[in-house]
């Protein structure tokens, strides 16, 4: 019986595949020994010189004439150096168009010895409607003087009625003090005369001392007549009281 060659002969097959896993080898180590492995790409990107730098070949382009530089745009200018305090600029900003003569800067300032405070009567003429008066019960005042705002009481028909008004508010004309705290009695001791809502500390309605202060303003003239007047009725009065007698 006989076998065929590669069957027979197992040792030769091994050393084959050896041979020719030695000349691969070498032909990789050829490959990777060799100093020009693409000629063409070599000749289009030569290789650095030994003294190469990549900072001269940058200042050799930029040199060059066909080149445009880069152009630079600056920071933007800080705002905080250009307004340190932006909101007391436009707190001012808006004083100045809501508030021109400072009389009601003035009147509610902490500075002021004659500004107006709790128990005071004040009187707020509105730009549409009819004024409103009443006793001072609070000033609220926050970080910003444009939120400064007030709240009055006073009774109508008997009704005691409570109202805030902004003192900076397009719709007030202004804001005059009608009658003192200390005119009529002691200074209050309390930031909020919130008591005054009690039936027992109620002050009632200020519409007479209202009217006596718009008399006075009117002018002195009309007063005068009215004191006569009363003077009159009041010699008559007398007359009438000793014709009884």
Known sequence: MSLSGPSARPLACLKQALRQCRVERQQWRQYATAEVAYPSLQTRY??????????????????????????VVPPPRSTTKACPDPIAQITASQLTTLDP???RTRLFSPTNPERAQVGD????????????????L???????????????????TRVGVEMWFKVYSPSVEGVEV??????????????KLYF??????????????????????????????????GQGGGSGKKKGGNRKR
């Open 121 to 136: 009567i004040l009187l707020v003429r509105l730009r549409s409607g009819d004024p409103f008066s009443g006793t001072l």
């Open 178 to 191: 009608v009658q003192r705290k200390t005119a009529h009695g002691k200074r209050a001791r309390r930031a």
């Open 46 to 71: 030569p290789l650095p010189s030994p003294g190469f730098r990549t900072s001269q070949t940058t200042k050799q382009n930029r040199t060059e004439v066909g080149l445009k530089k880069i152009p």
């Open 196 to 229: 005054l809502r009690q039936a027992r500390h109620d002050t009632g309605s200020v519409e007479g001392v209202v009217k006596q202060y718009l008399r006075s303003r009117a002018g002195g003239p009309g007063q005068r007549r009215e004191g006569r007047g």
């Open 101 to 103: 003569s400072a009389a």
């Open 138 to 156: 609070n000033i609220r005042q926050r970080h910003s003087p444009i939120d400064t705002a007030i709240l009055l009481r006073n009774q109508l």
